[in-house]
């Protein structure tokens, strides 16, 4: 009975390099949410994803990020050309149905540090 | 817009003993759900309680149960006999019944001192 997964936890990058943060639902959640985190400061919703489909971007920051949800495997979280203020942690959710009466259950995070 | 606040940015408690933390939230929906999320020092999002708002009884888990009051817009955390694995940051969230984004509050640092 796997939780949501992330990977990997910690990751270290330098500025203008590529972060790739990925996430494995829960067995039978086909909804996966991300959330960023930022130092002293509660979760804040970023994108909202199916399969295959970006359903909400609305919290994403317009440039340099990206995330999908593939048919098979992980859904990613992309973010392009980094700089010190994504230094953060992001959180996966994921929920069996986008209603509020589903629970959203997280996974442990991934912390990007950008040097 | 829908917001989260909790007041107490640090709080303490001795082991065995009761402490509440408190969470207020503003929105103009009727129906919604309320979460109490732990965060311990691992940082893994681990969920306590789940309160829906047309329930009139209060949510209880174990050590843990809410005072959830509606028209006052408040939804308090109370953790009795307090154990040291209870240190952590707790985080108040909030959803409305026909979305899926979750408001979170700021988070209340709670040590539990033996």
């Known amino acids: 009975n796997a939780g949501v997964m992330q990977n990997p936890r910690h990751l270290v990058r330098r500025r203008g390099q590529e972060a790739r943060l990925r996430c494995s639902p829960m067995k039978g959640h086909s909804h996966v949410y991300w959330y960023r985190q930022l130092p002293e400061e509660g979760l804040k919703f970023m994108v909202y994803l199916q399969k295959e489909n970006i359903i909400d971007e609305s919290g994403m920051p317009k440039e340099r990020f990206s995330a999908e949800f593939p048919k098979e495997g992980p859904s990613i979280l992309r973010i392009q050309q980094v700089v010190r203020g994504d230094s953060a942690a992001y959180f996966c959710?994921?929920?069996?149905?986008?209603?509020?009466?589903?629970?959203?259950?997280f996974g442990p995070g991934t912390r990007l540090t950008v040097l | 817009a829908q917001t989260v606040t909790q007041s107490q940015p640090e709080m303490s408690v001795q082991e065995a003993e009761t402490v509440t933390l408190s969470c207020t939230y503003d929105t103009s929906e009727s129906n919604y759900y309320l979460f109490w999320y732990k965060q311990p020092p691992s940082r893994q999002m681990i969920l306590v309680i789940r309160?829906?708002?047309?329930?009139?009884q209060n949510a209880t888990e174990n050590r843990f149960s809410v005072n959830f009051q509606k028209a006052a817009k408040s939804f308090s955390l109370k953790i009795s006999d307090s154990q040291l694995g209870d240190t952590a940051m707790y985080f108040c969230a909030f959803t409305g019944a026909g979305t899926y984004k979750y408001i979170f509050g700021t988070g209340t640092r709670l040590k539990v001192l033996a």
């Open positions: 959710a994921s929920s069996r149905r986008d209603r509020g009466a589903d629970t959203q259950y």
């Open positions: 309160q829906e708002a047309y329930k009139q």
